[in-house]
């Protein structure tokens, strides 16, 4: 299922403007969305579910426009959405919670949905406390049994926002690891402020900020945005001062080791390394913050 | 922990599900009233003020038919109760807000009216538990006092026709006001217009009471079930006919409130 955006605008009605012409294509596969707080992604995942209607500029998943009534309907249908805040019902346990959320997805063959709740529950490593009320589950089993309600009608179309937020590093894996597994023959669209769950799961993506999309392609292309821009610097001095962005700083016995990212060395000493992902990240919002002429390119890959 | 996982295919006949709106409202209906049935407010307070009105109102006049006094003690209990009924029902729908499940329900494929009415009847129908509760144990109580066990089959008409259209009329209310303004205000505005609408004398102020409008079930037990006008509404000729309306028009006022909270979640959704 692909997903096609062409300058798509969600103005709400207090005036923000979330979403600024977006043009956007999401292939079939694993696709991270990522950005800051704030930076649209949590409105453009609620358009994709159907959920908000665009302001203006079209949106299709597959065949179908979210602008219409029966588009949003359709899409809905083949959707899996975990959103930011996952609401659930304390007073109701686990099972019972999937349950009610599979008869609300249409699964009305009352034996074939037990066993799919039985079958997702176990998937996600909630067999054993299924009948617990989710009122004494952790954050992180929470969401697992956000993951286990968005299967149900194994959907074609799989929306994850924010999913790792709050997790243990050993739930994050297993979360990571889940969603790869999925994408084999659908899409899964991550959106995230976390670059490493990114690195790890997708090989596309897009960075967002402040509506716009500053950047689409290869997550590896990500890298470039900061190649020749990278400085490592030792200093038993002040933290170094000027037009860079501190992106570590490790205690080094004596001294301190800088990571940072500025376009010439921050000081002599400074030496020049290979970037991360991260490093590109950091490096392609620095670009966005600094004026720019207007469709000037600011990154590898496809800026936008 | 093992840390990697793999989906299975999904059990036959789970695969892309399309929901009816029978399947979302019986759904809907099913679980909200097994989360409020299991709300321990809702027994203790209804059990907790029908006990207290029946310690204040213990002893029916003896000379009193067993269909009288089974009407008239349902509806003495059915002036009160109903503050209850409203505390309880009104924070079913800010609680879908609170707990933040609106935008999970909003990205499915549901029929929207369905699950209203589901959660709606859900929600009204545990409520009603303990009110039932309250009611056979008072009629069990006199029946026991009386040696005249013809009163426990009355009990139950009694409560259809008087509590349930009241039970239909608050909780429909009770949707729409609490999504309009906080809960604590809705509260004190229901115990005002309440006792405004079912006590106070048509003759002492401008009221509902006394009228095809009185909600308290008034109608329903003089020209149903039998027994005397209160004396503020010593006046009234109240036969079948006028308590039939009555009954109708508690309950389509509820349906026409309904209808609105319908409207206003669309209008709401439209404007996302």
Redesign the interface.
Known sequence: MEIEIRGLTKTY?KGVQALKAVDLSIPRGMFGLLGPNGAGKTTLM?IL?????PSAGQARVGPHDLATGEGR?AV????G?L?Q????????SAE?FVD??????????AA??R??VA??LE???LAEVAGRKLKAFSGGMKRRVGIA?A??????LLIVDEPTAGLDP?ER??FR??LV??AGDRTVLLSTHIVEDVAQTSTRLAVLSAGRVIYQGETAGLLEAARGQVWTLDTAGPAPLGDLTVVSALNAGAGTRYRVIAPAPPTPAAVPSEPSLEDGYVALMRRRTAPLAPGAPIAAGRGV | MNLSMTVGRPVAGTRRGQPTARGTFSGSFHYEFRMQARRPAVWGLVLGAGLLLAAVYLVPSPGDPASVIVAERTQVFNLFLPVTYAILLADRWPRERRLNTRELLDSFPLDSGAWLWGKYLGAVLAVALPALVVELLEMGFIALTRGDWSLIPLALPAFALIVGPTLLFVGAFSVVCAELMPIPLYTVLFVGYWFWANLVSPARLPTLNCTLLTPSGLFARVGLLGGGLPPACSGLAITAGPAWVNIALMIGVAILVLVAAQTIASWRAARR
């Open positions: 009605p609620r579910a159907g959920i908000v209607r309907l809905k249908r083949m959707l959405y959103p805040e996952l609401g659930v019902y304390p007073d109701l019972e009610y959320v599979a008869i609300l997805k249409g699964l009305s063959n074939a949905r066993a799919r079958e997702l998937t996600v490593g309600q299967l149900l009608n194994d959907p074609q050993e894996i297993r690891n889940l597994g999925l």
